[in-house]
C-alpha cells in the first residue's frame, strides 16, 4: 500500500491506498511550520492510531499546492516508507496534456484531477473541486486539461463575510432549512451556502455553452464540500470525494517505474 497526500492550502488529506482503493482516509491541517520530524511522528501515529502496520507502507505520492510543505512531508514519508515519494507536478511526464498558455503555473491538483477523471471514466469532464478555492477543472475524454475556472471557497467567502461585518456572528456551514432566514444565522447560511451552490451551477451551465466539443461533459464533484453541495447543485451529476487521491495512486504506479 502507499500513502497518497493532497496538500491543500488550508488541509492536507492523506489517504492510505491499495492499489486504486483508498483503505483509510485521514485530513490534517496544512501547517508549512512543521518540521520533516514532526511530520514523521504524526504520520507514525496516524497509522498507529488506526491499527495499520507501518510496514505496509511501501511509498507515497505527494501531490501539493504549497511547495513549503512539499520538500517536509517528502522526508517525512520516505523515512516511514522506506521508498523514495513521488512528487507529482507540472513537470511529471503523466500521460496527460496541459493545453492552456503557462502549463507549468497549473496546480498540482488540478493535473492529477485530469489523470484521474479522464482514466476512470473515458469522457470530457468537469470537476469542480471544493476546497480552499473552488476550482472547476476542464478535462477532455483523451487526457488534455483544457483550462477551467478557479472561484473563493465556500469557506473563505464566509469567514471573508464574518471578518467584515461585526455584526455577523460566525456560523456552521450548512445548507438552511428555508431560503428566507428569520434569524441572523439562518440568513448567513442561505446566502453562503445557497449563494455558492447557485455559484456552481451558474458556472458550469457556462462552460458548458462554451464546451469547444460537441459532447456534454461529465460533472463531478470532489474535495471535503461535495458531498453537502450534490443536493443543493443541479448540475452535479457525480460526487467522487477521493478522486485526488486516487489519482495520486494511478500516478505513483505510473512514475515509480
Not at 158 to 187: H, Q, W, Y
Request: aromatic share 4%.
Amino acid at each position: 500500500m502507499i500513502l497518497c497526500l493532497d496538500v491543500g492550502n488550508t488541509e492536507t488529506t492523506i489517504g492510505l491506498c491499495d492499489g486504486l482503493t483508498v483503505q483509510s482516509r485521514w485530513r490534517v491541517t496544512t501547517d508549512p511550520s512543521r518540521t520533516p520530524d514532526e511530520v514523521y511522528f504524526w504520520l507514525r501515529a496516524l497509522l498507529d492510531a488506526s491499527g495499520i502496520d507501518r510496514a505496509t507502507v511501501q511509498g507515497s505520492a505527494i501531490g501539493s499546492v504549497v511547495p513549503a510543505v512539499t520538500a517536509p512531508l517528502a522526508d517525512a514519508c520516505e523515512r516511514l516508507s522506506g521508498f523514495k515519494s513521488v512528487v507529482v507536478d507540472a513537470r511529471s511526464k503523466l500521460p496527460i496534456t496541459v493545453d492552456v498558455d503557462e502549463p507549468l503555473t497549473v496546480g498540482a491538483d488540478r493535473l492529477i484531477n485530469t489523470l484521474a477523471a479522464s482514466r476512470l471514466h473515458k469522457r470530457d469532464c468537469i470537476v469542480v473541486d471544493l476546497g480552499t478555492a473552488t476550482t472547476y477543472d476542464c478535462i477532455t475524454a483523451d487526457g488534455v486539461f483544457i483550462g477551467g475556472v478557479i472561484a473563493p471557497g465556500v469557506q473563505v467567502s464566509a469567514e471573508s463575510l464574518f471578518r467584515r461585518t461585526s455584526m455577523l456572528p460566525a456560523t456552521e456551514i450548512v445548507a438552511p432549512k428555508n431560503v428566507i432566514g428569520r434569524r441572523t444565522d439562518e440568513c448567513i447560511r442561505s446566502g453562503v451556502v445557497l449563494g455558492s451552490a447557485e455559484s456552481i451551477d451558474g458556472l458550469v451551465r457556462r462552460i458548458k455553452a462554451a464546451w469547444p466539443r460537441p459532447t456534454v461533459p461529465l460533472v463531478i464533484a470532489t474535495g471535503g464540500l461535495a458531498a453537502a453541495f450534490k443536493p443543493l447543485c443541479s448540475e452535479i451529476e457525480l460526487v467522487e470525494p477521493d478522486l485526488t487521491l486516487v489519482g495520486l495512486a494511478m500516478a505513483h504506479a505510473l512514475l515509480i517505474k
